[in-house]
T-cell receptor, first 113, second 115 residues
Framework: DAGVIQSPRHEVTEMGQEVTLRCKPI?????LFWYRQTMMRGLELLIY????????DSGMPEDRFSAKMPNASFSTLKIQPSEPRDSAVYFC???????????FGPGTRLTVL | GENVEQHPSTLSVQEGDSAVIKCTYS??????FPWYKQELGKGPQLIID?????GEKKDQRIAVTLNKTAKHFSLHITETQPEDSAVYFC??????????????FGRGTQLTVWP
């Protein structure tokens, strides 16, 4: 298996633009997680899905953030409109079952100018 | 919710020496404690984990200990090598109740191993 795949790896955009981050989890994994990593706040869980259904989105910072999982092999995290403070590395992770090992993707480094 | 504290934030050791990173947690319901290694430009990777029914686990040069009573767990790396240099994260999770699914991370420890 190729592991968790994220795209793009790097994104530079201007304030106010819409940003869409993409994730393909490991095949067969029932759980998908979106994390944000910054120097100030460390690793934060934004939202996670179980069998394509959002379970906990309490970590989503604002209404500008939204996440979808239309099928078992694809998820998106959208920021609209983006702001400079959204600059961070965004990780997608998946796991086979809850309480099991989470496999992280390589991350998307987002820079909002 | 769970609160995971990790110390130290930075750690420098000479090659061949041991390194110890310590974490505490607050939620007695937490029962799974993974440790992740993050190399520059990459996502975190699981290196070892321990469940609350075990007090110690070892895998070659790395080991993890868990004290449920004191709510703390530690990562031990022996015979460190330069390639051990990375950021290490501890985490805690409960697979029961309302926190199901939420993995709580420590703030990370930047380990540098000098040759």
């Amino acid at each position: 298996d190729a592991g968790v795949i994220q795209s793009p790896r790097h994104e530079v955009t201007e304030m106010g633009q819409e940003v869409t981050l993409r994730c393909k989890p490991i095949s067969g994994h029932d759980y998908l997680f979106w994390y944000r990593q910054t120097m100030m706040r460390g690793l934060e869980l934004l939202i996670y899905f179980n069998n394509n259904v959002p379970i906990d989105d309490s970590g989503m910072p604002e209404d500008r953030f939204s996440a979808k999982m239309p099928n078992a092999s694809f998820s998106t995290l959208k920021i609209q409109p983006s702001e400079p403070r959204d600059s961070a590395v965004y990780f997608c992770a998946s796991s086979l079952r809850e309480g099991q090992e989470k496999f992280f993707g390589p991350g998307t480094r987002l820079t909002v100018l | 919710g769970e609160n995971v504290e990790q110390h130290p934030s930075t750690l420098s050791v000479q090659e061949g020496d041991s390194a110890v990173i310590k974490c505490t947690y607050s939620d007695s319901a937490s029962n799974y404690f993974p440790w992740y290694k993050q190399e520059l430009g990459k996502g975190p990777q699981l290196i070892i984990d321990i469940r609350s029914n075990v007090g110690e686990k070892k895998d070659q040069r790395i080991a993890v200990t868990l004290n449920k009573t004191a709510k703390h767990f530690s990562l031990h790396i022996t015979e460190t090598q330069p390639e051990d240099s990375a950021v290490y994260f501890c985490a805690a999770i409960s697979d029961r109740g309302s926190t199901l699914g939420r993995l709580y991370f420590g703030r990370g420890t930047q380990l540098t191993v000098w040759p």
